[in-house]
Antibody, heavy 121, light 108 residues
Framework: VQLVESGGGVVQPGRSLRLSCAASGFTFLNYGMHWVRQAPGKGLEWVALTWYDGSNPYYSDSVKGRFTISRDNSKNTLYLQMNSLRAEDSAVYFC???????????????WGQGTLVTVSS | SYVLTQPPSVSVAPGQTARITCGGNDIGNNNVHWYQQKPGQAPVLVVYDVNDRPSGIPERFSGSSSGNTATLTISRVEGGDEADYSCQVFDGNSDLPIFGGGTKLTVL
């Protein structure tokens, strides 16, 4: 199993950024996927979830209405569109596979290495 | 909202047993998962559903949970176990996965 994030960088407050997570080594379309973030020196914070077929996207209150999770199962890729970015969104963003397959178990059995997003003017 | 409380740090000598706690209201009735994270690396699931281990995780890692406290126990601690450890549950009231703040394990 391999998960490789990309798309991070430095962005001004209020601007947008799209993260990608390329998956390999497993049947991507059989698994729910999550984004989890970690601000510098802080703990892990769950951000968003998509089911195996892209249905039922779900978000933390801190990003609801600003972030959109999506996936392209034909490309084995997970996305996170981040709009109206704020300084408090600065973090390493990890994509993570849900352990439950078709059913969401809300624990994360494989993680990517993360991509750093810095929101600063 | 549901809060998981972990001690900021735990220290243990090599060969001894480390116990890292995770406090939460009635956590004994929840499935608890534990992650190990070394500096600059991605988290690794070491215990899931209270006391199950993913393949490749040594038997030295075990978990328990009762009442308001869950515990990750690492037996015969090695230098390579030095890392941050975070607990995690699914909060059915908010429908959100919740993480504890993490505990830094130092091997003396």
């Amino acid at each position: 199993v391999q998960l490789v994030e990309s798309g991070g960088g430095v962005v001004q407050p209020g601007r947008s950024l799209r993260l990608s997570c390329a998956a390999s080594g497993f049947t991507f379309l059989n698994y729910g996927m999550h984004w989890v973030r970690q601000a510098p020196g802080k703990g892990l914070e769950w951000v968003a979830l998509t089911w195996y077929d892209g249905s039922n996207p779900y978000y933390s209150d801190s990003v609801k209405g600003r972030f959109t999770i999506s996936r392209d199962n034909s490309k084995n890729t997970l996305y996170l569109q981040m709009n109206s970015l704020r300084a408090e969104d600065s973090a390493v963003y990890f994509c993570a596979r849900d352990s439950g397959g078709y059913n969401i178990h809300y624990n994360f059995d494989h993680w990517g290495q993360g991509t750093l997003v810095t929101v600063s003017s | 909202s549901y809060v998981l409380t972990q001690p900021p740090s735990v220290s243990v000598a090599p060969g001894q047993t480390a116990r890292i706690t995770c406090g939460g209201n009635d956590i004994g009735n929840n499935n608890v998962h534990w992650y190990q994270q070394k500096p600059g690396q991605a988290p690794v699931l070491v215990v899931y559903d209270v006391n199950d281990r993913p393949s490749g995780i040594p038997e030295r890692f075990s978990g328990s949970s009762s009442g308001n406290t869950a515990t990750l126990t690492i037996s015969r601690v090695e230098g390579g176990d030095e890392a941050d450890y975070s607990c995690q549950v699914f909060d059915g009231n908010s429908d959100l996965p919740i993480f504890g703040g993490g505990t830094k394990l130092t091997v003396l």
